[in-house]
């Protein structure tokens, strides 16, 4: 797997992802890794690109509820935000505005959806679309 990233200016800057290769038990550390010392060295809004992205097994899916947790634990800082965005989620009112996926397989968008990720992370075939609906809210 290989990751590279660039930053696009929208609303707010985005640093997009662009990961080349599956996401699973064996990448998924690198992966985490990466996102890890981007949200380190300041990155708040994150845009991954998974259309060289061929598998995302269970491994990659953890991977991703741990970059998101990290995200909204910067932004929200507190136990009672994280309380208010779970039962936003239960009754889907809920869309994380600093992480987005770009450009999913079919097969990896059928696992997203089954695992119930798109209740909370939203997804898009269009990158402009996509770098446009980052808002910067915190």
Request: hydrophobic share 35%; proline share 2%.
């Amino acid at each position: 797997m290989q990751i590279t990233t660039s930053t696009e200016t929208g609303t707010v800057p985005v640093t997009v992802m662009h990961v080349q290769g599956s996401i699973d038990s064996i990448t998924y550390e690198d992966f985490t890794a990466r996102a890890n010392e981007l949200i380190e060295n300041g990155v708040r809004n994150i845009l991954m690109d998974f259309s060289q992205t061929p598998f995302i097994s269970s491994a990659g899916l953890r991977a991703l509820h741990g970059i998101l947790r990290k995200l909204q634990t910067l932004q929200s800082g507190s136990k009672t935000s994280e309380v208010i965005i779970n039962k936003k989620v239960g009754i889907g009112g809920y869309k994380s505005p600093h992480l987005k996926l770009l450009n999913l397989s079919r097969e990896n968008q059928i696992a997203f959806e089954l695992s119930g990720f798109n209740m909370f992370i939203e997804t898009y075939t269009d990158r402009e679309k996509a770098i446009a609906s980052f808002q910067g809210l915190t």
